[in-house]
């Protein structure tokens, strides 16, 4: 258990206390070079740029952009973004809105009228600081078969999948839950609001006042860029072709250079964007509707340590992206790679110069403001169990001691009746056994009790169930005991009980509940990714 919590502990988004000043002495060249040290010149590869007090300090590449070719990746080779990207996006709406166009408390129903109305307003800065409830569109096209049985080409066909959902995953404004359809909705609004396209507004409003002279987006299918690398994946030891194969893009398809993502750094840190109140805009933090602080800005992770610190990262296929930096040291730290190959090695280059250069601090953090309360023995023992995630395959044991609530022998700190932290992760116990455990820059897991045996035979849930929401089926199947789940597409994944009537499907990240009618009868089932909820499959 304690092992699962170092991992999320571990992961690239969460950042360590930072320090005040940067260091710039002699031989910072030779160990950045020592740490960017994986790349071959015989395999893909990448790009790091380092800016310091506006000037650029390092920059290399390293590998090839073309295997096939045996095409050198230079400092001007295109790559992909990924979710770098939004921070773009976001910034094209605050612009709408200095120029008077819209407001961010605008309804987004005023400029997509195919929204379902879910009965509460979705507002534009419900979008972008992900606070809308809105289902991930890319999770529901794979419970379809995406990619390989279900085409979604561009902007629009993601809007159809959007406007199918019947629900959202919570009330807008109360959560936190990372989603894509957010930003496809803000580049769709950009181009209603403006009169042209995304990419036209973009060109003309950002890149070229920031001087991203190789900077464009992927917004059109099938299209040959010049100087655009390939994407690779490793696989069975062997690097392979993985590029995005749609012309989907505003919550990532941002073809550019390291040194162009440093130039728009230095372009609106210096307020060049669109002055002092629209950078105020873009750093600042919304505070959720239960009072705690949603640390997502507009298209940014905002952390508030010793120094501030803004980052994000990408990945769309094989590529990979970061993108870190901080206003009060003036510092800031590109990278972008056409391999997801540091992905199993848990590396994190950016970071890992960015902590180089800003040198040594005092790691202490803030003082914790929020007060422990008091909660009985009897409530705490309800809490206790084993938690497992079909989200992350991962799972933590809730213990009880003289202290309270434990996790590895951790005493918990009560923040209320129901939520606690473990060192920086939040922890909040919900109805029906569930756990949803959420680490600092990252978005909300949800875990489930596993102490409750399932008495019902298996052949009682296979059946077929078709999806509107998704438009497609999933098969259930009993194989001697043993339940699978079968995609459209063909892939078969294996189910685990956690509880009557709840599975885990760990291949697949997701958790299936079925459901019952009047009769007592097994009539649909909801199946629940890490960001779209309870998707509603009926039994045909």
Not at 134 to 149: K, Q, T, V
Not at 384 to 389: A, N
């Amino acid at each position: 258990m304690l092992r699962a919590f170092a991992i999320l502990l571990s992961l690239p988004m969460l950042l360590p206390m930072y320090p005040c000043q940067p260091k710039t002495a002699d031989g910072t060249e030779e160990k950045i070079d020592s740490i960017v040290n994986f790349y071959n010149t015989d395999k893909p590869g990448g790009q790091l740029a380092v800016s310091l007090d506006g000037r650029v300090i390092y920059s290399k590449s390293w590998g090839l952009a073309d295997l096939e070719n045996k095409v050198p990746l230079m400092t001007e080779t295109l790559i992909e973004a990924g979710s770098v990207s939004k921070q773009f996006t976001a910034a094209a709406i605050l612009l709408l809105e200095k120029q008077g166009k819209l407001s961010l408390d605008d309804d987004v129903a005023k400029y997509i009228p195919t929204l379902p109305s879910y009965g509460h307003r979705i507002l534009i800065r419900h979008l972008i600081h992900h606070t809308s409830g809105l289902r991930e569109w890319s999770d529901i096209a794979e419970l379809a078969g995406w990619p390989l049985a279900l085409n979604v080409p561009d902007n629009q066909a993601v809007l159809a999948i959007i406007c199918r959902q019947k629900s959202l995953n919570n009330l807008p404004g109360t959560i936190f839950r990372y989603s894509n359809s957010n930003y496809i909705l803000l580049a769709l609004i950009t181009e209603k609001v403006s009169g042209v396209t995304f990419a036209a507004f973009t060109k003309k409003h950002i890149f070229e006042p920031a001087g991203m002279a190789h900077t464009r987006w992927r917004d059109a299918f099938g299209e040959v860029i010049p100087m655009r690398s390939q994407a690779y994946e490793v696989k069975n030891a062997e690097f392979r072709s993985l590029m995005p194969d749609n012309a989907i893009h505003g919550p990532g398809g941002l073809l550019t250079t390291a040194e162009d993502l440093l130039k728009w750094n230095e372009f609106y840190l210096s307020g060049k964007l669109g002055g002092k109140a629209l950078f105020a805009k873009q750093t600042g933090l919304d505070t959720l509707s239960n009072g705690l602080l949603n640390n997502y800005a507009a298209g940014l992770f905002v952390e508030n340590n010793i120094k501030r610190v803004f980052h994000h990262g990408g990945a769309t296929a094989g590529y990979r992206a970061k993108l870190v930096c901080s206003p009060d040291l003036r510092l800031s730290v590109a990278w972008l790679s056409n391999t997801s190959m540091l992905d199993t090695a848990g590396r994190d280059p950016a970071m890992e110069v960015f902590q180089l250069l800003s040198g040594p601090s005092d790691n202490s953090p803030k003082p914790d403001a929020e007060k422990t309360v008091r909660i009985s023995p009897e409530k705490l023992k309800q809490f206790t169990g084993l938690y497992k995630s079909g989200h992350s395959g991962r799972y933590v044991e809730i213990t009880s001691g003289p202290e309270g609530l434990l996790l590895s022998g951790t005493p918990l700190k009560p923040l209320g009746e129901n939520r606690f932290k473990f060192h920086s992760i939040a922890l909040y116990f919900g109805g029906n056994g569930e756990l949803i455990v959420t680490p600092p820059s990252s978005e909300p897991m949800l875990y489930q009790i596993t102490d409750t045996p399932n008495p019902t035979s298996p052949q009682e849930y296979a059946s077929r169930y078709y999806s509107e929401e998704a438009n497609a089926w999933i098969e259930i199947k009993n194989t001697n005991g043993k339940l699978t789940a079968n995609l459209a597409s063909g892939p078969a994944y294996s189910m685990e009980s956690y509880r009557t009537d709840g599975f885990l499907v760990p291949d697949l990240k997701a958790d299936i509940v079925f459901k019952r009618n009047k009769q007592k009868k097994v009539s649909a089932m909801e199946v629940s990714t890490q960001r779209s909820l309870r998707v509603l499959f009926e039994r045909r």
